[in-house]
């Protein structure tokens, strides 16, 4: 019972890093969780797009109060990568919230939704969408292999 919490929570925490600025590979852990075939798949997809999700909605609340800093000297991210980025949004708008599964650029874009101060509800409707596809299409390519 107690080996299971920490698979799962292993999971969660793999993948709600994952959706932050951390380095994390949390389709690896996923993949790696399937093929062991010890654990229910919807159970594990369930687990996976939660953390991930919640770790979108922490880049979305950075976003809500990181602006206000942007002037400062220890900003992370240059005054015209920040302008490029908002720029992009508004071109774009919240349909490109179903990029938020993509490497590298998925997770500036939740903070950029935060930024540019995107309605929460429809910021995770998209970002679940997005990132439950994801892990869906991951699991579906595993269990294809198997």
């Known amino acids: 019972m107690m080996v299971d919490f920490a698979a799962y929570a292993g999971l969660f925490l793999t993948a709600l890093l994952a959706a932050t600025i951390f380095p994390a590979q949390s389709e690896v852990v996923l993949g790696g969780m399937i093929v062991a075939g010890s654990r229910p798949v919807w159970l594990l997809l369930t687990v996976a797009s939660l953390g991930n999700i919640l770790g979108s909605l922490l880049n979305w609340v950075l976003g809500r109060g990181i602006e206000r800093f942007r002037h400062r000297r220890w900003f992370p991210v240059s005054e015209r990568d920040l302008d490029k980025a908002q720029a992009f949004y508004r071109k774009w708008g919240c349909w490109s919230l179903l990029l938020s599964w993509v490497p590298i650029i998925g997770d500036p874009l939740t903070v950029v939704a935060g930024i540019m101060r995107e309605p929460l509800l429809r910021f995770l409707v998209l970002v ?12 579906a390519l595993v269990q294809h292999w198997l």
């Open 128 to 139: 679940s969408i997005a990132k439950v596809g994801r892990y869906v299409a991951l699991a």
